[in-house]
Each structure stands twice: as structure tokens, then as C-alpha cells.
């Protein structure tokens, strides 16, 4: 099996070659940066554009080198923030390597998305193309696309159906993005830690019982799924074992919104009160309306209220780790999953192995990447910080 799959490989990478040679001469891209994100508050409002337009252009480098590479980030939504800072990672890291990046938006709906690819693809301007896709379901359509003009393709954080086998179908397709349930699985061993160092702190009852609630991405979305499955894998296995007796109050779909997350915990406040212990979220974005209901209901009022965990890192939740009102997030690096993405990319138009010279490893699908996650707390918040940064030159 292992020699099957490096002669495939070794076969990818003489077609990577050829594609990357056939596409269209390269130019500087201008324009104005785009906005986007995992879930929810826009950072920049994107200029009008038509849909078959770059919602922004990336830097070239300097004066005399070598003709740019350049590659299309086609992004599922232009006003979800972690998106944001992956268009400005790649951005930033692409203007060191040489690599210009024009980003298209995808309002959110796959046909309008699939008709931007179809377009940049047919003009052939573009070396490689990079897809955050809104529809998990919509991977084996890009790919065909790109097989008929001999483009390669990553998909970027938002995963077409792996499971499915949507790598294999085309020789120049990878996958860069996170562990699908390590999210989920550092986010409820964080609140396991905290309760085994300060249990007076949450069980506020006195029953020895964890009460939390759950609020869920999009159920349609596989990181939302897996990273749900993970806190429930390990809730399970500690109520089994008694490290820590807990149950879940309710679970709900947030759709990675701060809006919805804040509808949502209102409706638990009024249901639940002073029983909630702790909201796990599987986003920032969802525990920043999750906060903002629970500070309208009074819950941080003279006291620490339910412990509030989110999952990204996001700059827009650095003042409420501060402050205690969120008691910690999982750093999802966006600009990691960029510097991936760029030296893979790179590679693949060099007709290279798509890792030569970097620490990456390929994951259980063969033909994709995972980026490690960290936790995050007041006490080590500046690592966040010092990653976010680096997707702020722009």
C-alpha cells in the first residue's frame, strides 16, 4: 500500500508540474483586504465586487525577482472573522515567499462560489487555487474543475467529505486544516483541569455535579461534529470512571454566530438560571454572544458566574480571558494553517514533494495536513497574541 501511494504521489507531483507551468502568467494583484472569519462579527467590509472578482489582491515580491507565484483563496464566507485571518496570513507569509494571493467571496452559498472557481479557473491566471468551501458536500464538483484545467487544489479549514475519499478522486487535491476533534477534546480537558483545581468555583449547588451546556457550530459541519463528539466522548468516560460526575442541561445549534449564540443562551438563562456551571462552545464567535447574554442576566454580577470556554483564540476574546469572563479558548493557529498552505503550495507548482522542507506530516487520509491546537488562558494569552499578529500586516 505504502509503495502504491508514492508512486501515486511521485505521479502527482510530474502533474503539479505541468499544471503549474500551464496556468496563466502571473501578475501583482491590488486592492483592498477583505473581511471574514469562523463565526460571525466583521472585521473590514469588503468593497462592492462582482462575484467573479478578487474580493482582494495579495503582494507580489520585490522588483527583480522572480515572476510571482500566484494562487485564488476562495473563501466560503467574506464576513467570517477566523477566515479573515487566514486570507491574512496567507497574505502576509505569501508576500515573504514570493506568492501573490487574490481572494474571492462566497456569501455563504456554493453556487455562487462554484461559479467564482469555474471563472478564475477558465482565464487561467492562476497557478494553484486554495478553497474554503461552504458546502462540505461540494469537494468532488471543485475537483473536477480543476482536473479539466490542470489546476491543483488545496481545501483550506472548512474540510470537503474526507471520509469520503474526495482527495483521491483528483491527484493534485490535499487538505490543510485543523484536527477535526482535538478542538473539542483540549477544550474539555481545560475545564476538567479547572474544576479538579478550584471545584468550589463551579459547583455552586454543592451536588459534586457538573451542570453545562453546549453550544454546537453548524451540526451540518464536520469540525462542528467531531469537535461536539469529543466533549461528549470525554464526559462519558468521567462519569464512568467518577473523575468527574457531570451532566449536559442542553445542546444547541450556535451556527458559529455571535447572534445566535447570544439568542440561544438567553432562552438557557431563563430556563436554567443559576443551574449552569459552565457553556462550552465550539467557537469563539458563539461565546462571545453566549457572554454577553450571560453579563445582561446579571450572572458575573458580584460573583465569577459559569465558567465560558471557546475554541479559535480569536483577538476579539483577548479582553474577556483578561477580565475572567471567559475562562479559556483553544488557539486554532489561521496563521499556521497559511504558512502551511504557502509552502505546500509552492512545492506542488516546483513539482516538489507538496512537504519537502517543512516539520508538516501527512494525517490518516494520506493527502492531508493537521494543524496542532493550543490551550489558552490569562496566564500564556500572549502566544495567541504573537500568532494573531502575524495576520494583522495588512
Request: proline share 4%; hydrophobic share 35%; with cysteine.
Amino acid at each position: 500500500m505504502r509503495r502504491l501511494f508514492s508512486v501515486v504521489m511521485v505521479s502527482a507531483m510530474v502533474i503539479s508540474l505541468a499544471a503549474c507551468s500551464s496556468s496563466g502568467t502571473a501578475s501583482e494583484g491590488v486592492g483592498a483586504p477583505a473581511s471574514s472569519a469562523e463565526a460571525g462579527a466583521a472585521q473590514e467590509p469588503s468593497k462592492e465586487k462582482s462575484d467573479d472578482t478578487p474580493a482582494d489582491g495579495g503582494q507580489a515580491g520585490d522588483a527583480g525577482q522572480e515572476e510571482p507565484l500566484k494562487i485564488a483563496f476562495f473563501m466560503f464566507e467574506n464576513s467570517n472573522t477566523f477566515t479573515t485571518y487566514i486570507r491574512k496570513g496567507l497574505e502576509s507569509y505569501g508576500g515573504e515567499r514570493n506568492v501573490v494571493v487574490d481572494s474571492f467571496d462566497g456569501k455563504s452559498d456554493q453556487s455562487t462560489q462554484t461559479d467564482a472557481i469555474t471563472t478564475a479557473l477558465a482565464k487561467g491566471e492562476y497557478d494553484l487555487i486554495v478553497v474554503n468551501p461552504v458546502d462540505s458536500g461540494a469537494g468532488t464538483t471543485i475537483n473536477n474543475l480543476c482536473r479539466d484545467n490542470n489546476v491543483p487544489v488545496i481545501f483550506a479549514d472548512r474540510a470537503p467529505d474526507l471520509v469520503g475519499g474526495v482527495l483521491d478522486e483528483y491527484e493534485q487535491s490535499y487538505y490543510v486544516g485543523l484536527d477535526w476533534s482535538d478542538p473539542g477534546k483540549v477544550q474539555a480537558e481545560m475545564l476538567y483541569e479547572d474544576w479538579k483545581a478550584d471545584p468550589a468555583r463551579f459547583d455552586k449547588n454543592g451536588d459534586g455535579v457538573l451542570q453545562y451546556v453546549l453550544l454546537q457550530g453548524n451540526v451540518a459541519q464536520q469540525n462542528a461534529i467531531y469537535r461536539t463528539e469529543a466533549i461528549h466522548t470525554l464526559m462519558d468516560q468521567w462519569n464512568k470512571d467518577g473523575t468527574l460526575k457531570n451532566e449536559q442541561l442542553d445542546i444547541q445549534d450556535g451556527n458559529w454566530s455571535s447572534d445566535k449564540g447570544k439568542d440561544v443562551m438567553d432562552t438557557w438563562n431563563v430556563k436554567y438560571g443559576d443551574q449552569i456551571e459552565a457553556v462550552l462552545c465550539n467557537n469563539d464567535t458563539m461565546a462571545m454572544g453566549a457572554i454577553e447574554s450571560l453579563k445582561t442576566a446579571g450572572a458575573f454580577d458580584g460573583q465569577d458566574g459559569p465558567a465560558v470556554y471557546g475554541i479559535n483564540g480569536i483577538p476579539d476574546v483577548w479582553e474577556m480571558v483578561e477580565s475572567g469572563h471567559m475562562a479559556g479558548t483553544v488557539l486554532t493557529s489561521p496563521y499556521r494553517e497559511a504558512v502551511a498552505i504557502i509552502d505546500m503550495s509552492r512545492n506542488i507548482c516546483a513539482g516538489k514533494d507538496p512537504l519537502e522542507g517543512t516539520d508538516l506530516e501527512w494525517g490518516e487520509f494520506g493527502k492531508d495536513v493537521r494543524i496542532s491546537d493550543i490551550p489558552i488562558r490569562k496566564d500564556n494569552l500572549d502566544t495567541a497574541k504573537d500568532d494573531f499578529s502575524k495576520c494583522m500586516t495588512n
